[in-house]
């Protein structure tokens, strides 16, 4: 009987093992790839579209664009992982037997047990997401007024967060629409725990799109009104209105994982993996946002976009050398930089092949987009990518 791989998840790195292993796949092996959606979104340039809508079809690339004819794509939302059967539940629908299972689910929003956060915040993990973010910004700014100008809160500032404010505003100076834009971060800084000249770049470019910092205090509270930013016993917390509150303040496993017998995290319920990917489980695989992917002693890949590529080759490649009975590959992550948009405006910093530590302009933007054209183009087609260029 052929064996059965299956893949679990459609974000870069399910879809990027997906390409890999139908390359390397010597016909051993059927392949069965899981996904709610039937398309690969491109996360990490999903803040465009709450500027502007029409770009969502930019960013979204049909599954039938990147798997191959003998590759089984199944639609449905996976619920569970049975690793003694070797079966995938899913939602409305029979098991899927596997032989090799490569999990991809990605992650969820964390909300630290925050009141009302998980209530009232927006979250930025899907192209739904973006897009009722982008309605209930314009529908705020359409009920507001200069002298009464519609508040748009977003925590956390990390990539996504900066750059989900920087489209904020972008939309407010595009449409001249009366809104203030103010970015929360508990920490000292924007971009926490990264170079000081590359926080330092941002933080210029953010308050050059009149977004207003406030960092150094965490979210303590949320009602449907008003977010408690702060306090403590001695003294109350800020208060800030909000009309509408973006959540980017972090990442857990996802719930799919939660009654799966392999090792995981118990604060993240992410998934433990050594450098081949393999799990606690020698059939089963994890890599992407879903995993915590050993890099040596207390070190484990960061859950970005780049990290998410560059495993999922390897990845690819490895399910086939399980098939075949091979020895694994091991995988190290290395940082080639770091790429972040504010509005139409961009910052670079540490990118390998550049003699320059930090820059922005149309030097930093150019570099932004030929990244995101690259992995469009590798997962899809150089056509897809060229038409996506000017939305990225």
């Known amino acids: 009987m052929t064996t059965q791989v299956v893949v679990i998840g459609a974000g870069y790195a399910g879809a990027g093992a997906v390409k890999q292993f139908q390359k390397a796949n010597d016909g051993s092996a059927e392949l069965t790839w899981i996904s709610e959606h039937d398309y690969h979104l491109v996360l990490h340039e999903s803040h465009r579209v709450i500027r502007d ?42 098991p899927v037997d596997y032989d090799y299972l490569l999990v991809a689910l990605g992650s969820q929003t964390a909300f630290y047990g925050i009141e009302g956060l998980e209530e009232y915040a927006h979250t930025l993990k899907s192209l739904d997401d973006a897009q009722q973010i982008h ?9 507001a007024t200069r002298s009464d100008p519609a508040q748009v809160v977003v925590g956390g500032a990390g990539l996504s967060g900066i750059q989900s404010a920087g489209e904020v505003a972008a939309y407010r100076d595009e449409n001249n629409a009366p809104i203030d834009v103010t970015l929360v971060e508990g ?25 207003d910092i406030m960092c150094g205090e965490f979210v303590s509270r949320v009602d449907d009104d008003t977010i408690y930013v702060g306090g403590g ?28 017998d392999i090792d995981k995290d118990d604060r993240s319920n992410r998934v433990y993996a050594d450098r081949d990917f393999q799990t606690s489980d ?22 970005t ?24 590959e091991t995988w190290t992550h290395k940082d080639k930089g770091t790429l972040i948009s504010v509005g139409d405006d961009a910052v670079a910093h540490g990118v390998d092949i550049l003699p320059i530590d930090t820059f922005g302009g149309i030097g930093a933007e150019t570099l932004k987009k030929i990244v995101a054209a690259r992995w469009i183009a590798d997962v899809s087609s150089i056509g897809r990518a060229i038409d996506a260029w000017s939305d990225m």
């Not at 664009?65 to 003694?84: A, C, L, M, N, Y």
């Not at 020698?282 to 859950?303: M, S």
Request: glycine share 8%; hydrophobic share 40%.
């Open 53 to 94: 809508t029409s770009v969502a079809s930019k960013i979204t690339i049909p599954v039938d664009e990147i798997k191959s004819p003998e590759t089984t794509f199944r639609q449905s939302r996976v619920t569970g992982i049975d690793v003694d059967e070797r079966t995938v539940q899913c939602e409305g629908g029979d």
């Open 305 to 328: 976009a780049q990290a998410a590529w560059q495993a999922a080759e390897v990845a690819g490649d490895n399910l086939a050398h399980a098939v075949r009975g091979e020895p694994l």
């Open 282 to 303: 020698e059939r089963v695989f994890a890599i992407g946002d879903t995993a915590l992917i050993d890099q040596g002693p207390e070190e484990v890949a960061p859950p």
């Open 233 to 260: 016993e001695d003294e109350d917390p800020a208060e800030l209105d909000y009309d509408v509150f973006l959540w980017t303040g972090g990442i857990t496993g996802q719930d799919e994982l939660a009654d799966a």
């Open 135 to 143: 309605a209930d910004v314009a529908a705020a700014a359409s009920d």
């Open 187 to 211: 920490l000292d800084e924007v971009l926490p725990g990264m170079d000081p000249e590359l926080q330092g770049a941002l933080r210029t470019r953010l308050e050059e799109a009149d977004v």
